[in-house]
Structure formats: C-alpha cells, structure tokens
C-alpha cells in the first residue's frame, strides 16, 4: 500500500510539473490546433467552387499551405465579402483569406500580413460598346460591382455622382449573371478574376476588358493581404514567416503557375 502511495504521489507531482498553471477548456485546445479562413467563394481563379462542392482556387492553396507550415488544420467559413470585418471581429473565423485589398480604410479596423498578391482594377462591357471606365463614357450607363468590394467604393467616388448608376450585388457571380441579362451596361472588378473567372468562360465570349487599368493608391491600396484583428499579434508574426519562406523556397511560385502565366505577386 505504501509503495502504490509512493508511485502515485510521484505521477501527481511529474503532472502537475508538466500542467499548464491554468484550466484549458476543450474549445481553447481545438482553436490551438485550427486555423479558421473567411472566404467569399465567387472570385475565380483566386476562391471559389469545384463541381463536388469543395473550395478551390490561388488563394486557397495559399491558406492550406500556411496551414500545414504552421501545423493547424484548416477551417474554411464562406461568407458575405461585405460582412467580412464584421465577422472577423465577432471572431466567426480567425482571418480573412479572399482577395482582400490592403487599404487605407479598412487598416484602420484591422491588421493585414504581408502582400499575398496584387493585381489592378478593370472593367468589363460588351465587344464593340466603346464604354470606358470614365464618368464621361458612363453617363446614364449603369455599372454593377460586389458590395464591399475596392471596385464598389471606387464606382460610387468617382462615377455615382456624375450621372453613373452604380448597382451593387451580393457577390461577383450575382454581377455577371446581370450582366449577360442585359440588366448592366459594365462591370468593375479585379482584372485577373474577369479575365480568368468570366471572359474566359462561354457566357463571357461576347465582353471584354474595356479601356486601362484605374488608378487610386487611396482605394485600392498596395496588394491584397491576409486580414487580422489587430490584437492577433502572434498570429501575424507566424502567417507573415510563413509567407516569406514560401516564397524564398519557391512554393508560391509553383502554386502561382497552377493558374497564373505572369507575375501575380506584382513587385
């Protein structure tokens, strides 16, 4: 009896050294092993739907390999983009991974990593329309983007108040089907998801890119990022790492080319 007393005396005292000094809950645990991303899956080829249902696209990978370099499972929650600070705050998800724009604006409620990609600003009309993307060409035209969206700010700054009709969609899949109806006279939207994601595809044969890419540092900021709640500290200092070593080690490159045939990262 006195010898099981002593082994189990000592079992308790190699645990308690090894304990953590507080109460763990089994939430606490699961969030230390998870990873969760909010996602706006209707921006191909960057986030987006397989035909079974699953999350695809550049971005996507990009999370998946943070995940497994950071050794956390991931979590993908879709969401509304225009919702994505709000969720982000009410903690629904950990980070925002979605062709998120760094801008001015936004960094004054959120943190964000480093650039994961950045990519201008075009529109998209019918061959042979003669639209361009200025309020003079626009006039009485009307022009849809995604609520939330750098492009929505940028069609309301600049074309709203100059007798352009700026309509704005739950997300960019609502956007196209508007414009293929004849209900849009353009579109504003990242140039790379036009290209690839709709004038790539059969109902987006009869459009194209109209006039240059748009300029204005102040609504489009630098490059996309990975958002944060600002006192997330850790996790940025580890997401940053990790996205520095992929591409040092040339593991973004080769995830890049899997949709890209030019630079997306933008230097």
């Known amino acids: 009896m006195?010898?099981?007393?002593?082994?189990?005396?000592?079992?308790?005292?190699?645990?308690?050294a090894c304990a953590p000094m507080g109460p763990?809950?089994?939430?606490?645990?699961?969030?230390?092993?998870?990873?969760?991303?909010?996602?706006?899956?209707?921006?191909?080829?960057?986030?987006?739907?397989?035909?079974?249902?699953?999350?695809?696209?550049?971005?996507i990978d990009i999370g998946n390999e943070l995940c497994r370099r950071l050794n956390v499972k991931c979590v993908w929650t879709e969401n509304a983009f225009d919702g994505m600070i709000p969720a982000l705050?009410?903690?629904?998800?950990?980070?925002?991974?979605?062709?998120?724009?760094?801008?001015?604006?936004r960094a004054e409620q959120i943190a964000f990593t480093h650039k994961v990609f950045h990519v201008p600003t075009r529109m998209v009309a019918?061959?042979?329309?003669?639209?361009?993307?200025?309020?003079?060409s626009l006039t009485g035209k009307t022009v849809g983007v995604e609520q939330g969206t750098i492009q929505e700010t940028y069609a309301k700054v600049h074309w709203g108040a100059q007798g352009v009709?700026?309509?704005?969609?739950?997300?960019?899949?609502?956007?196209?089907?508007?414009?293929?109806?004849?209900?849009?006279?353009?579109?504003?939207?990242?140039?790379?998801?036009?290209?690839?994601?709709?004038?790539r595809?059969?109902?987006?044969?009869?459009?194209?890119?109209?006039?240059?890419?748009?300029?204005?540092?102040?609504i489009f900021g630098n490059g996309t990022g990975i958002g944060l709640r600002k006192e997330d500290t850790e996790l940025?200092?580890?997401?940053?790492?990790?996205?520095?070593?992929?591409r040092q080690d040339g593991t973004y490159q080769k995830l890049a080319a899997k949709y890209f045939d030019f630079d997306v990262y933008g230097d």
Do not use: H
């Open 89 to 105: 705050k009410a903690r629904k998800f950990d980070a925002v991974l979605s062709t998120f724009a760094m801008t001015p604006k």
């Open 126 to 136: 019918k061959k042979g329309s003669g639209l361009l993307p200025s309020a003079a």
């Open 201 to 218: 595809t059969p109902q987006g044969k009869p459009y194209e890119l109209a006039g240059p890419a748009l300029v204005d540092k102040a």
């Open 236 to 246: 940025k200092t580890k997401l940053d790492a990790a996205l520095d070593a992929m």
């Open 24 to 59: 763990i809950s089994a939430a606490q645990a699961k969030d230390a092993a998870t990873l969760r991303f909010g996602t706006d899956a209707s921006y191909p080829p960057f986030e987006s739907k397989a035909p079974d249902g699953s999350l695809m696209g550049f971005d």
């Open 165 to 199: 009709r700026v309509l704005s969609y739950q997300n960019q899949d609502q956007v196209y089907a508007d414009l293929v109806a004849g209900r849009l006279d353009a579109s504003l939207q990242n140039a790379v998801q036009a290209e690839r994601g709709f004038l």
């Open 2 to 16: 006195k010898k099981m007393t002593a082994v189990c005396l000592l079992a308790a005292t190699a645990w308690l």
